[in-house]
C-alpha cells in the first residue's frame, strides 16, 4: 500500500491550499484518515480525523478553517485549509489504517507535502 500526498505549496497569510492523500495497492477499505504536521523544531501533531462513517475531530488550533473529507470510492482523504496563518507552516502528513483483509488492519503514512505561509 501506498499513500500518495498532493497540494502543498506557498500562500500568503489568509489563502487557502486543499490537500489530498490516494492510497493504493490492495486495499479492502480504509479506515480512520488523519492529517498531521510537524514544523521545524516541534513534534508532529494531529490537525484533522476522520472515521469511516465521515465523523470529524479538530484541534483547536485550527477548527473552523480546516476541514477534512473523504471519498472512500476513491480510497482518498483531503484536507482543505482556509485562513492560513504563518504558523500553519509545517510539513503536512496523512496517515490511514487500512484494512488490506479481514484479519489484517495497519497504519500507513504518507511521505508530507510541504505548506509554508509567507507574504
Known amino acids: 500500500v501506498q499513500l500518495q500526498a498532493s497540494g502543498g505549496g506557498l500562500v500568503p497569510p489568509g489563502g487557502s491550499l486543499a490537500l489530498s492523500c490516494a492510497a493504493s495497492g490492495i486495499i479492502v477499505r480504509l479506515d480512520a484518515i488523519r492529517w498531521h504536521r510537524q514544523a521545524p523544531g516541534k513534534q508532529r501533531e494531529l490537525v484533522a480525523g476522520?472515521?469511516?462513517?465521515?465523523?470529524?475531530h479538530y484541534p483547536d488550533s485550527v477548527k473552523g478553517r480546516f476541514t477534512i473529507s473523504r471519498d472512500n470510492a476513491k480510497n482518498t482523504g483531503y484536507l482543505q485549509m482556509n485562513n492560513l496563518k504563518p504558523e500553519d507552516t509545517a510539513i503536512y502528513y496523512c496517515y490511514t489504517e487500512v484494512v488490506e483483509n479481514p484479519v489484517t488492519l495497519r497504519g500507513y503514512w504518507g511521505q508530507g507535502t510541504q505548506v509554508t505561509v509567507s507574504s
Open positions: 476522520i472515521t469511516r462513517d465521515g465523523t470529524t
